[in-house]
C-alpha cells in the first residue's frame, strides 16, 4: 500500500506519459502548456483505466489462491470532516466540510499531546497520507507519542466547498481563508477515538508543510502564535515573486555539467533558428511540431523534461530518475558518430549535417527524438490542439473536473511564480528567450474572465505573500529547512537573496546538502536505513521537537 499511495504523491512528475501529477504539478512551472499536459495525462489515464477493466483471459482455475489488490487493502486512515464556514470573515451560514485524517497509533491517553498536523497543500489529501504513516508526521508523532494528522486544503480533494471552479466561486481560495480553516481546526476539532481535548492551545500543535503548504506553515506561526505552538517550514516557498527565472537557474547550475551544456547550447541554437523564417519550420518539423503555430508554445514544450528535476526524491520506492534519463537521452551516441561524446557541445566532429545547410549538434537530434517520444506521440489530434495555448476557449471550463484552475488561480491571485528566461539576454541559461512574463501569464486572463463577485488582478497581489514575512520571516519555535539544489531555494528563507541566519534550537535554520524538494517529509519505517543525510536531519528534527515541547505550558496552568 505505501508504495502505491507514496508513487501516487510523488511531486511533479511533469509529463503526459505520467498520469498521476496532480493539476498544481503541471501548473507549478509549465502554467497554459501545463494545462496542456495535464490534459494528455488524463486522456492517458481514462485510457488505461478502461484497458484495466476489460475481463481478463481465465488459463486455468487457481480458485485456491487469493489475489489481493492494494484497493482491496483495509483503509487504515479513513476519511474525518470538520465543518468550515465558507467565508470566515462574513455573516454567512454556508458551510463546507474540510477532510482529515488522523494517526493515534503511539498516541498515549492522558498524555496531552502534542499533535503532529501536517498541511496538505495544494493537491489532494489523499498524496500526502504516505506522510502520516511512514513520513515526517509520523516519525515525530512515534517520537513525541503525539497524534499525527493531515489536513486537507480548502478547494483540493473532496474538501470543495462549490459546485463549479468558476471565478466568482474561486473567491474564497486565498491565504487568509486557509489559514482561517486550519486556525478553527486546531482550536475546535474533536478526534475521533479520544475522549480527551487536544485543542489548541492547550494541547501543543506542531504545524509542517512543504512547498507552498510550507510558506503555510510559516505563516500560520505567524499570525496564530497562540494556536501553533511549534512549526517547520520545509522548502517553504515564503518569498512571492513575479518572474521566477532563478527555478531553472538552480537546475542548469547543479545538473551534471555535461547535460548543462547541452541544454544551453540547445536553447540558444534554437533561438536563433527560430530567427531565421526557413530554418524555423525545419526545427519545429525535427521535433514533431512543425504545424504548431506560435514559437513561444514551441519553446515551451520544450522545456517539459526539466521539471523532472524536481520529482528527485532520495528514495527510489517514490523518487524518479526521469531527469537523469533525460540527461542520458540528450548524450546517446547517433549511428555513425560513436566516441564524440567527449568532444565539446558545439565541435565539428559532433555537427549533423541537414538539409538547407542547416548543423546541429547530435545532442539536439536526440533532444528532438525525446520530445517527440514522450510528448508529441501522447497528441491523438492536432499539435495546436494539444500544445497550443492561445486559443481562449480551452481555458473556460470549469467544472469540478478542472482541477488545475485551482493552483493557478492561487498563482494569478497571490503567488505569481512565473517560470521566465533570465532578465539578462547574456546570462547563461536552459530555457528559451521567448519565455516571458506576458506570455507565461496570460493563462490568469484566459483561464479567469471578471466575474460578477471577483476579478482577478492583472498581475498577482504578491504583497500579500511577502507581508508576512518574506526571505527574513522568523519566530521562536519556528523550523526553516530546505534543499540544497531545490530549484525553488531561491524563493525560501535559504535564498541567495536573503541574509544568513543562525541555526538554533528555538529558531532552527538547516540546509539538506544535495537534497531537492521537501526531502525531510519523506521518511522509512526505520529511520536506520535512510540515508546518512536524511538520517540527520531527521534526527535533528526529533531532538529540537522535543526541546520544544519541555517548554510548553498550557495557557490554563500558567
Not at 14 to 25: E, H
Not at 57 to 64: E, I, K
Not at 244 to 260: K, L, S
Not at 546 to 551: A, G, P, S
Request: negative net charge; hydrophobic residues 40%.
Amino acid at each position: 500500500m505505501r508504495l502505491v499511495v507514496a508513487l501516487f504523491s510523488s511531486t511533479l512528475l511533469l509529463t503526459a506519459a505520467n498520469a498521476s501529477a496532480s493539476g498544481a504539478d503541471y501548473i507549478r512551472v509549465h502554467g497554459a502548456q501545463g494545462v496542456n499536459l495535464w490534459r494528455l495525462a488524463n486522456q492517458k489515464r481514462e485510457k488505461d483505466r478502461h484497458i484495466s477493466q476489460r475481463p481478463a483471459l481465465v488459463v486455468q482455475d487457481n480458485s485456491n489462491i487469493v489475489f489481493k489488490t492494494d484497493t482491496e487493502e483495509p483503509n487504515k486512515f479513513p476519511d474525518q470532516w470538520f465543518t468550515q464556514p465558507i467565508d470566515h470573515f462574513a455573516n454567512s451560514s454556508n458551510t463546507f466540510e474540510q477532510r482529515y485524517w488522523i494517526n493515534t497509533r503511539y498516541y498515549t491517553p492522558g498524555s496531552g499531546g502534542p499533535v503532529i498536523v501536517l498541511d496538505g497543500g495544494e493537491t489532494s489529501g489523499e498524496d500526502r497520507i504516505p506522510f502520516l504513516d511512514t513520513g515526517i508526521v509520523e516519525i515525530l508523532a512515534r517520537a513525541t507519542g503525539g497524534v499525527g494528522v493531515v489536513l486537507e486544503h480548502r478547494y483540493y480533494g473532496k474538501s470543495i466547498p462549490v459546485s463549479d471552479f468558476s471565478t466568482d466561486n474561486l473567491r474564497w481560495l486565498n491565504n487568509d481563508q486557509a489559514a482561517a480553516d486550519s486556525a478553527r481546526f486546531m482550536a475546535n476539532v474533536t478526534f475521533p477515538g479520544i475522549d480527551e481535548d487536544l485543542t489548541a492551545p492547550n494541547t501543543p500543535w506542531i504545524y509542517y508543510g512543504g512547498s507552498y503548504a510550507g510558506a503555510r506553515a510559516a505563516h500560520m506561526k505567524v499570525l496564530y502564535p497562540d494556536l501553533v505552538y511549534g512549526a517547520i517550514a520545509s522548502s517553504g516557498v515564503t518569498h512571492a515573486a513575479l518572474s521566477n527565472w532563478e527555478y531553472y537557474e538552480i537546475i542548469r547550475t547543479a545538473a551534471d555539467p555535461t547535460c548543462a551544456r547541452h541544454l544551453e547550447h540547445a536553447t540558444l541554437t534554437i533561438d536563433a533558428l527560430l530567427g531565421v523564417p526557413y530554418a524555423k519550420r525545419f526545427i519545429k518539423s525535427l521535433f514533431g511540431l512543425e504545424d504548431l503555430v506560435h514559437d513561444d508554445d514551441f519553446v515551451s514544450v520544450l522545456e517539459s523534461p526539466l521539471g523532472y528535476w524536481q520529482a528527485k526524491v532520495w528514495d527510489p520506492a517514490v523518487g524518479s530518475t526521469k531527469f537523469d534519463e533525460f540527461c542520458a537521452f540528450l548524450d546517446k551516441p547517433i549511428l555513425g558518430k560513436e566516441g564524440i561524446s567527449s568532444l565539446p557541445v558545439g565541435h565539428e566532429d559532433r555537427l549533423v549535417h541537414l538539409p538547407g545547410g542547416i548543423k546541429l549538434d547530435f545532442s539536439i537530434l536526440n533532444y528532438a527524438q525525446y520530445i517527440k517520444e514522450n510528448y508529441v506521440s501522447r497528441c491523438e489530434t492536432s499539435v495546436e490542439d494539444c500544445f497550443g495555448t492561445y486559443n481562449d476557449s480551452n481555458f473556460l471550463a470549469t467544472g469540478l473536473d478542472q482541477e488545475w484552475r485551482l493552483w493557478l488561480f492561487q498563482v494569478c491571485t497571490e503567488w505569481g511564480y512565473f517560470s521566465t528566461a533570465p532578465p539578462d539576454p547574456t546570462h547563461p541559461r536552459i530555457v528559451s528567450k521567448l519565455m516571458t512574463l506576458e506570455y507565461l501569464s496570460k493563462i490568469c486572463r484566459q483561464a479567469f474572465p471578471a466575474g460578477k463577485h471577483f476579478i482577478v488582478p492583472p498581475m498577482p497581489n504578491i504583497t500579500a505573500v511577502n507581508a508576512l514575512g518574506d526571505f527574513a520571516i522568523a519566530a521562536d519555535r519556528l523550523a526553516i529547512i530546505d534543499g540544497e539544489v531545490d530549484p525553488w531555494r531561491p524563493c525560501t528563507p535559504h535564498s541567495d537573496y536573503a541574509a544568513d541566519r543562525e541555526d538554533t534550537i528555538l529558531q532552527p535554520f538547516k540546509i539538506i546538502p544535495n537534497a531537492v524538494h521537501h526531502y525531510d517529509e519523506y521518511g522509512l519505517k526505520n529511520i536506520s536505513d535512510e540515508p546518512e543525510e536524511i538520517r540527520k536531519i531527521h534526527g535533528q528534527m526529533i531532538v529540537f521537537v522535543m526541546e520544544w515541547l519541555k517548554d510548553f505550558k498550557a495557557p490554563d496552568s500558567r
